[in-house]
């Protein structure tokens, strides 16, 4: 069942097959005026901070039964895996940066809650923004999308005695290093802080198993999203998987290509796995 919300998208939330809910956050791509309209930069760039069409490789997991919830918003309007204190008060116009202390090295380099900057490109913005048209995207966007996943994973693990968050991203091609080959796969879990070693194991035997190179936590460990959502000590787990938008997405990383296919199984394997994963640890836990 599909459920719109004004500003996220639901599927299979209420009565959820598995304990895994697929979390796509930055793959929104409709721009509302207020953007474009402020913009210092062409429009075209700001497709570097979506997560180009990763929500089309959910759709498999959907369809066999997994919880997908997908934010509507693009990253350029508000990111969802910011904390949402992580502002520069350099594009605000009425505020100042000891109301947020919380600021992370992200925010500071340009890219906190609402974007700032783009490395090679510059400022995005033409004009700051004003503090509490701020505080209403928080409030119409990130508040309600967030505490969506909360309730789910709360009535997941009431449900099955563990509940898994899957955090879906893509990434830009990785450089080769030491003479191995570049990681098409990265799963992150904040070092072992958002999930149990089995859960990402899981997660990293699926990718290989579908033929992708694939590591742990470089050089993406995962962000705030895990870091709120995770409660492994409660069998919450939390994983970031980030995806090489070039297996998916043709030569220009504007559109779908051949491989959306694949990725999409794997990504449903995975959502699988990490299930099994989950309710074969809540069955060792009673057995002890």
Same mark, same amino acid.
């Given at each position: 069942?599909e459920?719109?919300?004004?500003?996220?998208?639901?599927?299979q939330?209420?009565?959820?097959?598995?304990?895994?809910?697929?979390?796509?956050?930055?793959?929104?791509r409709?721009?509302?005026?207020?953007?474009t309209?402020?913009?210092?930069?062409?429009?075209?760039?700001l497709?570097?901070?979506?997560?180009r069409?990763?929500?089309?490789?959910?759709?498999?997991?959907?369809q066999?039964?997994?919880?997908?919830?997908?934010?509507?918003?693009?990253?350029?309007?508000?990111?969802?895996?910011?904390?949402?204190?992580d502002?520069?008060?350099?594009?605000?116009?009425?505020?100042?940066?000891s109301?947020?202390?919380?600021m !992370? !090295?992200?925010? %500071?380099?340009?890219?906190?809650?609402i974007p700032?900057r783009?490395?090679?490109?510059?400022?995005?913005?033409?004009n700051?923004?004003?503090?509490q048209?701020? %505080?209403?995207?928080i409030?119409?966007?990130?508040?309600?999308?967030?505490s969506?996943?909360?309730?789910?994973? %709360?009535?997941m693990?009431?449900?099955?005695?563990?509940?898994?968050?899957?955090?879906?991203?893509?990434?830009? !091609?990785?450089a080769?290093?030491?003479?191995?080959?570049?990681a098409?796969?990265?799963?992150?879990?904040?070092?072992?802080?958002?999930?149990?070693?089995?859960i !990402?194991?899981?997660a990293?035997?699926?990718?290989?198993?579908?033929?992708?190179?694939a590591q742990?936590?470089?050089?993406?460990?995962?962000?705030?999203?895990?870091?709120r959502?995770?409660?492994?000590?409660?069998?919450?787990?939390?994983?970031?998987?980030?995806?090489?938008?070039?297996?998916?997405?043709?030569l220009?990383?504007?559109?779908?290509?051949?491989?959306?296919?694949?990725?999409?199984?794997?990504?449903?394997?995975?959502?699988?796995a990490?299930?099994?994963?989950?309710?074969?640890?809540?069955?060792?836990?009673?057995?002890?």
């Amino acid at each position: 069942m599909e459920k719109e919300h004004r500003n996220y998208h639901l599927i299979q939330a209420d009565n959820p097959k598995y304990p895994v809910l697929i979390s796509v956050p930055h793959a929104g791509r409709h721009y509302p005026k207020e953007i474009t309209d402020n913009l210092r930069i062409p429009a075209g760039a700001l497709l570097r901070l979506e997560d180009r069409y990763v929500d089309m490789l959910s759709r498999s997991a959907a369809q066999a039964g997994f919880a997908v919830i997908t934010a509507k918003a693009p990253r350029a309007w508000i990111d969802m895996n910011r904390a949402p204190d992580d502002i520069d008060a350099a594009m605000l116009a009425d505020a100042d940066s000891s109301q947020f202390p919380g600021m !992370s !090295s992200k925010g %500071r380099g340009g890219l906190g809650l609402i974007p700032r900057r783009l490395s090679g490109v510059g400022d995005i913005w033409q004009n700051k923004w004003a503090w509490q048209d701020i %505080r209403t995207r928080i409030a119409e966007h990130h508040a309600p999308y967030h505490s969506a996943i909360a309730d789910i994973l %709360r009535a997941m693990q009431r449900q099955y005695g563990a509940a898994v968050l899957l955090d879906l991203h893509s990434m830009p !091609s990785l450089a080769a290093a030491h003479n191995a080959p570049p990681a098409q796969v990265v799963i992150g879990d904040r070092f072992g802080a958002a999930a149990s070693s089995q859960i !990402s194991e899981a997660a990293l035997a699926v990718a290989q198993q579908h033929g992708f190179t694939a590591q742990l936590n470089y050089p993406y460990a995962g962000g705030y999203i895990l870091q709120r959502h995770a409660a492994p000590m409660e069998n919450v787990h939390a994983l970031q998987l980030e995806i090489d938008r070039a297996l998916y997405l043709d030569l220009t990383g504007r559109e779908p290509a051949y491989g959306v296919h694949a990725v999409s199984a794997m990504v449903r394997e995975t959502a699988l796995a990490l299930a099994d994963e989950a309710t074969r640890g809540v069955e060792l836990m009673a057995a002890e």
